[in-house]
């Protein structure tokens, strides 16, 4: 049975300096190079769910997953949230797959679109039953198929939060910053109550949700990474790390 997940609990994680993380972010950068290359080769689809509060930098996340990847083989879509569909609740992000073997990153999806129609009173709470009903059922069925699907959820705390968006705002990085996310801030308890429902009603066995610390940016990056990565190499039965290092061995990098 699966933990009930509390986000005040994922407030606070592991400090990673940046001099040690750097010292090991393009190992792990190059062992996802060695594993999406091979997920190509078995013709399985990836799908990397990206949710979180705003300014819980899930943009510099991507920058970091997508570095070192082949960029004919994924791509990211920024779902914004909200009703503006005239096609069926999960239509967009049937578009968004990506073909057997390639990989699709989604910088926010099917969750925060549920979770801010549902605080702006445009869902019923038949239709977000029904929302949810139609999640699981979707990601069943992709992964009945040929895919992987990998959720995360960026969490940091309001005063956390806070912070960002003010820095964000006296700064060049002020572009970042959406109402959206100053709404998030000023109302964190909602949303964390209904962040929480939209997780614990969708975190299933077959695919569940990695809540990530993201007060220290490196740990967090660190952690989806290595998470990534495991993920992967359980799915495609094959060992990263040990392919790597041979390749270094053969290039003769010690």
């Keep these: 049975m699966l933990t009930m997940i509390r986000l005040n609990e994922f ?21 996802l190079y060695i594993l999406f290359g091979e997920a190509f080769k078995q013709k399985i689809g990836t799908l990397i769910v990206l949710e979180g509060w705003g300014a819980s930098g899930k943009g510099d996340l991507l920058k970091t997953i997508t570095t070192r990847l082949d960029p004919r083989k994924f791509r990211v879509y920024s779902m914004n949230s909200g009703s503006s569909d005239n096609y069926p609740f999960l239509h967009r992000y049937w ?41 699981l059922n979707f990601e069943k069925l992709i992964q009945d198929d040929h895919y992987i699907i990998l959720k995360y959820f960026l969490n940091i705390s309001a005063k956390e939060q806070k912070n960002r968006l003010k820095k964000a705002k006296e700064t ?17 308890e909602e949303y964390r109550n209904e962040f929480e ?27 989806v990474m290595n998470s990534i990565i495991a993920s992967l190499e359980k799915k495609l039965n094959i060992d990263s790390n040990k392919i790597l290092s041979l390749l270094l061995e053969e290039a003769g990098v010690s």
């Design 11 to 31: 407030e606070y994680g592991g400090q990673i300096e940046k001099f040690k993380y750097e010292a090991i972010e393009k190992n792990l950068q190059e062992r």
């Design 95 to 135: 578009k968004g797959l990506p073909e057997y073997g390639n990989t699709a990153i989604l910088d926010g999806s099917w969750y925060s679109r549920v979770t801010y129609d549902k605080i702006n009173k445009l869902l019923t709470k038949k239709d977000c039953k029904n929302a949810f009903q139609s999640i």
């Design 172 to 188: 060049e990085k002020k572009w970042m910053i959406s109402e959206t996310d100053w709404e998030e801030y000023e109302n964190y």
């Design 197 to 223: 429902y939209a997780l614990n009603t969708t975190n299933t066995e077959n695919c569940p949700w990695c809540i990530v610390s993201a007060k220290n940016k490196n740990f967090a990056k660190y952690q």
